[in-house]
């Protein structure tokens, strides 16, 4: 593929984001406001569900779905220790899995 070079665009146009075709960024949101154990858990189930989405397991929009119903399961800790960090990956990504292989 051609490097993209910005220099060649004349012009770019910047819109907002649009929240309710991709959910996915207001959860990104949550997990920055509310710290903690969430910006983990954002991060493992996402990168469980787009693994499935690339294999054909899922479609697209159960991306938002599957990170959303790990960040409602997963334990929350507002001071968390480099362990309580490998534990919700683990249990993150468990339970991502776990949503995708069953289409909740």
């Known amino acids: ?3 993209l070079r ?3 665009w004349k ?3 910047f819109y907002a984001p649009d929240d309710e075709a991709f959910p996915a960024m207001n959860l990104a949101r949550k997990a920055l406001t509310m710290g903690g154990l969430y910006p983990a858990a954002l991060n493992a189930a996402n ?5 499935a989405f690339r294999r054909g397991e899922i479609r ?4 938002a779905t599957a990170i959303e119903h790990t960040m409602q399961r997963c334990a929350f800790t507002a ?4 362990d309580t960090y490998f534990d919700t990956d683990a249990e993150a990504r468990r339970i991502a899995t776990e949503c995708c292989q069953t289409g909740r």
């Open 60 to 63: 697209f929009p159960h991306i």
């Open 6 to 8: 910005l220099e060649d």
């Open 47 to 51: 990168e469980v569900a787009n693994a």
């Open 1 to 3: 593929a051609k490097q």
């Open 11 to 13: 012009n770019l146009t």
């Open 79 to 82: 001071t968390p220790t480099l």
